[in-house]
């Protein structure tokens, strides 16, 4: 039972709600002896951290984490690391008028339904401000596996589908993608999404997105056949963050369409080296890491929350309506990237230590 | 840890290979006092069995399950129910032709580098008969769930894809799917389609599949959030399958091209019933159950093994090829159509029991 | 994969250090809709505390606990509870002395040897301060279990034997338990027990104890054969706790003394409620609830940190000696009572939960 | 959740009734590449099975343990090895007279009031049949560990008390234990012991034991503190074994009795190994193997079935009384050694993978 743990070796589990006075995590199973930089926690937490930019939502969090515990003197010790963040921008706002009201697309009527109370401030519990947490949890992740791995591992991930608008992933462009508020990788179509998005923000309206995200530098034998295949934890991992309905390994929803030819990724040997002419696969081959780079993407739904009223219910059974006022954030997809980066961060690391575990290497 | 264990509270633990002398499962958390009909078992794997119609392998497999415990007058007793399936058609083939070499897009080379050892006759472990094991443990899930339930209670699955021919699925139709070799749910494309993987089988090709499986009578509430959503387990129960490469719930990775007003499901209330105008999110909002039909979906690469000669290398790092002689399976995507059903079971019936624990409902 | 965490169903995962700057647990699984009293929940932490009489240590530790996160409105919603207990009495002690050096008896070698890094300050993460986290979530469990099971719920540990000195159980008494700081049970034995103690915190030694705990009003059924029975997750309870090196359930170690007449309990009806003539079984039947009183006992041994020198290494290989200065604590067993009481709240929701989910009852 | 499965690396999940057609277990997460010897695990089978001295039951069976998967040439593979062992001795027997009875002292009266049905032929799942399938399991985890870390690892154990009879454990005598059929360590008390049982099997009574097993070449670091502790490991496993009560770990209840200064164990340092001058510890500080023997024992009640009239009720909750008539067995705890010594290299192999994945080593 992990309601609110990810992983099985490397574990996180989050708590908080959005409105409370914090949320945080406790990180499980962190080798000892890793140097941890709580400034390099940090900048990740700021890659995720909404009121950036005019593409994303204005509400401003804070978002400072502190490390309370299984540290000592900059390293890790191997017991949990716990750290937290408390929240800054709870005013006291008036919840009058959405508190017994289910917002379409949220979960305010399933969690009602299942607990038979919520936290409706700000979502509770549903807030995408629990994916904070993640973040925090994968930058130790990646710090871990740089300082195992080396400096040839790395993941990056990038929108590569905003709403109806596409790119070209041949032009991927790591350095291009930082530069960029919508993680963009390819340079030829940044200013028509621009245009595009701020349309929709206008509009009042919103946009789905897709995010792929790729890990390099991953050893070959990571995952679990049966059930822990690698791509079941990472198509889990990714389905687990708010509003994703849909996860690609390689080729993903694609490979329906491909002929077995152009599928399979052929292999040859060059000296020490095992190349393969394609990619199709992700990089991961009857669950298991193939040593190619792991390409792992979702889509997020469009924020459900825009302008335009809405028809409803309340929790007292009766029709009524419903819209956002005041901000909104048009494409909750953006914040996504480093929150899939985080999460295939804890997959990876998880999957080094079974492995360990299970075949020694 | 759950290498070859699926599950939370219903959980199934698989073993076995392709070649050795039986494959089997363990059920455990199975509820006590629940009727089991073993010929009911038997009919889900009777419809996943290869060398039924001219569309898929013609390799026959018998796939007779026995009950060896956990069972008692005919009832399920609460203790694990073990059933076995001896193999019937591991003729002693010469397996000297592919024994070294790594067939591309199967999991030869990724086993290989993980254990360093692997059992290459028919796949071994890799192979997709794993699936006959939570082919039966679908079946108990299902008998279960309608004993729990009712027959309201029920899940069906489909081939809405067939390589680069989709269908209507407007046209849904179950009565149809249950009477056609290739689980095709629309009436008007089912000639096609045959004629087409004819062309492929012929041809010595293969296809991929995209598989929806919808499940009706599910309660509202069940899932847990945050890291035991039921998307999440739905997603990872289908990427367990072998050569599945994507997974959707819903609008899935299509939701990323609708906008807000397009996406999100209005609500209403008629008397005591809750109703939805769309169902986009696939009966799932938060990770919990609406209370709609649950609906997934999944993408299954073509078949790797194909008749043209194919480029690969060898465990002793040297350049060689490949191809397959003989029969092949043009589509394995037709044969995951009950073992996604069976997996649907699975999951909901380990979240039916999971949210009587956490909620007592 | 559980280093941290206990528990199946209702889980809590601890951290902190004894000298960081906070400690806490995060509890998961927790039923809705509880009122939770944070008044009671520190109640019981304040059983624990030490500095509350001459007979344990007189170190001051406030622990006072706030909630962070799983409640609304004062009930619990389904969410993960963050309790947090920040460190006070953490004055920057010269542990130069003892930095180095492996205290016998204490965990100091094994946590460095294992972990190649220990924080040394209080024992780190091996301090007892550790236990404060379980006696929160422990509280939360009682809670829980006396709103669904009602008052006839109770849980009662005493100290059933210090260091050489037994007690009769038979005339163990409820209200004289809790009017006591030794949690003696037995009225007749407590003066001589006090100058016995007194004694031995003059001479700076210390002694072991025996703690017993009961649980009443435990419904019939409770607990998961054959590897998750009730007396196996309490026998790994009590063990968890610092110091314990021994666990019994009923007659425990003795019965290997008693003739099968003896032993096994007879049953009898009257009425509607079956009897037991006695309860040599502790109320466990083949690792289920007999709807008995639970009875576990636990032994502590001695504190480890005593006055005279003791013989030991340190982390470069050489031999040295140690021995403690200041104020000591005469029998760590006494505080286990709380911690007792918690564990066996703890395993019993857990229990109680996973059997509404494994049975509906 | 894991009812029927015992470890968390080193899984096994065991399955089966004594009158069903079969038992077994699946046994996961066995690292790949180990030449695994059956006629080794039939031997340590042959130890547990019953009929094979004048001093335990004459019930005959089998136990022949066929291996159906997870091997390829002899070697593990790193896939699911699953083992069977067929029922032989299961005469259909007339039942009649006990299947409404709940015999006292065993899990008759809890199985059906946690299930509402029970397989009442020879206990079910009850039996100690099921622990052929642990030995089994344990077998394999030998073999495993003598591979990895070579001859010096042993685990053996003995009875060291039988009813009110004691033994001196400084006579501990490895080879006097493997030659005498009471598993007795003191050459100068088995004469009086068998005089004694014959006695009590005569009488148609029985009783209890205590067996202590010992693991040596274990290396420091194991266990997970603080809650998958490698001493709450081997009190869970060892109280997992039907009857038993009550366990400890090296001086156990014992300790309570000791002073500080008795207990500790000091250490120095010869060379480059670290001594201890004694072992109250039994091999674990803190959750954490030490390098010393790890040494645990656990009393084991007198077996509940003997031929003295015994009162009781039946399902039907009426008053009753019962008596074994024929062949029974005088002392289920000899029984128990090859059981607590399977387990015991169970939990070994599973903290030395554990520990593989934490720290590396």
Same mark, same amino acid.
């Given at each position: ?48 951290? $909404? ?286 990237? $480093? ?23």
């Amino acid at each position: 039972m992990s309601f609110n743990t990810f992983g099985k070796f490397f574990r996180f589990t989050t708590w908080g709600e959005s409105h409370g006075p914090a949320i945080g995590c406790v990180v499980d199973g962190c080798p000892p002896n890793i140097k941890l930089n709580i400034r390099d926690i940090q900048l990740e937490l700021n890659k995720r951290k $909404p009121g950036q930019s005019k593409f994303t939502t204005q509400r401003k969090e804070d978002d400072k984490v502190e490390i309370l515990s299984g540290t000592f003197e900059g390293k890790t010790t191997g017991t949990p690391i716990s750290m937290i963040i408390f929240n800054k921008d709870m005013r006291s706002r008036d919840y009058k008028n959405i508190k017994d009201k289910f917002r379409p697309g949220h979960a305010d009527y399933t969690y009602f339904k299942k607990y038979g109370i919520r936290d409706y401030r700000g979502g509770g519990r549903q807030s995408a401000r629990e994916t904070a947490s993640r973040v925090a949890a994968g930058a130790i992740a990646k710090q871990v596996l740089q300082n195992i791995i080396g400096k040839k591992y790395s993941v990056i991930g990038a929108v590569t589908q905003l709403g109806i608008l596409g790119c070209d992933t041949e032009k991927w462009n790591d350095s291009f993608i930082t530069k960029n508020h919508l993680f963009c990788p390819d340079k030829t179509v940044l200013k028509l999404w621009e245009k595009y998005l701020l349309g929709i923000r206008k509009a009042g309206s919103s946009c789905g997105a897709i995010i792929e995200v790729r890990a390099r530098g991953v050893p070959v034998g990571l995952g679990a056949p049966i059930y822990s295949k690698l791509d079941m934890d990472l198509a889990s991992a990714m389905m687990s963050i708010n509003a994703v309905k849909g996860v690609n390994i390689g080729s993903g929803m694609n490979s329906a369409q491909l002929s077995g030819e152009q599928n399979s990724d052929e292999m040859s040997q060059a000296g020490k080296k095992t190349k393969f002419k394609s990619n199709n696969a992700g990089g991961i081959l009857g669950g298991i890491s193939s040593g190619q780079e792991i390409i792992v993407s979702f889509a997020v739904k469009p924020t459900s929350s825009i302008l335009s009223q809405r028809k409803t219910i309340n929790k007292f059974g009766k029709n009524t309506s419903i819209s956002v006022t005041g901000r909104h954030d048009p494409c909750v997809g953006i914040r996504a990237v $480093p929150i899939g980066e985080a999460m295939m961060h804890c997959v990876i690391l998880d999957h080094y230590l079974m492995n360990k575990a299970q075949c020694g290497n």
